[in-house]
């Protein structure tokens, strides 16, 4: 299996890993029976709690660019050096912006996003 295939599962995991991360902060700041409920005027969350759902929304919308765009460069044939060095960007950088985000450091969170977008920019150059 191609590099990139591998860091797109990987950041498959990564992404539950945060969904899991984010349900036990909601869990712990307002408990499991309202989590439980329907989330009628469900709360906001706070702290490392709000941040790591944050994150894990993040890591969403950013895993749907990532994915289709391994996925076409896999389909076309175009997978190459440089589609592997901004999967590799992309995925790391989504590691560090996830535990950065979820510690609350704000400026390096977003340098961390800033070089996922390069990677995902590095393969988009590849595919078009």
């Known amino acids: 299996m191609p590099l990139e295939l591998k860091l797109l599962v990987w950041s498959v995991a990564l992404t539950f890993i945060l969904v899991v991360i ?4 909601a869990t712990h ?11 009628q005027d469900f709360p906001e969350m706070k702290g490392w709690a709000g941040r790591a759902q944050r994150a894990h929304r993040n890591m969403l919308e950013s895993l749907v660019l990532f994915a289709s765009l391994i996925l076409v460069a896999q389909i076309t044939g175009k997978l190459n050096a440089m589609t592997a060095l901004g999967a590799q960007l992309f995925f790391w950088a989504r590691v560090a912006h996830a535990a950065i985000y979820i510690a609350g450091i704000k400026w390096l969170r ?3 996003w800033a070089v996922s977008i390069a990677g995902l920019i590095l393969i988009f150059l590849q595919v078009v």
Do not use: D, Q
């Open 22 to 25: 984010a349900v036990s902060g």
């Open 110 to 112: 977003t340098l961390a």
């Open 29 to 39: 700041e307002i408990g499991l029976g309202t989590l439980a409920g329907n989330r």
